[in-house]
């Protein structure tokens, strides 16, 4: 089969344009995989980061909520050592007062 020139310039042409199309669609492929790398990465890393704000947080506020819980023991200690004081002094005012 005889193909006349200009066809086959044309065939050539469209070859050519696919050839390109081809390769730009394997380095945007390519691009595209190094940055899902990248983010794959950098969200590993930030996961990672977060776990470890999060661990610091909890043990901060376990150690604020021993101190909180020992400072509120400490404040009942000394109301029930005033309620033991107001209780003797109004035995010792009521039996005063009996006698």
Known sequence: ?????SVRKEWLAKRD?????SEDLQTTRTQLNE??????????????QLNEDLQTTR????EDLQTELEVTKL??????ARLNMV???MTSILSKLNV
């Open 75 to 80: 404040k009942l200690l000394n109301t029930e």
């Open 35 to 48: 940055d899902l790398q990248t983010t794959r990465t950098d969200l590993q890393t930030t996961r990672t």
């Open 1 to 5: 089969m005889i193909v006349p020139d």
């Open 17 to 21: 344009e696919i050839e390109i199309l």
């Open 59 to 62: 043990n901060q506020l376990q």
């Open 87 to 89: 209780e003797q002094t």
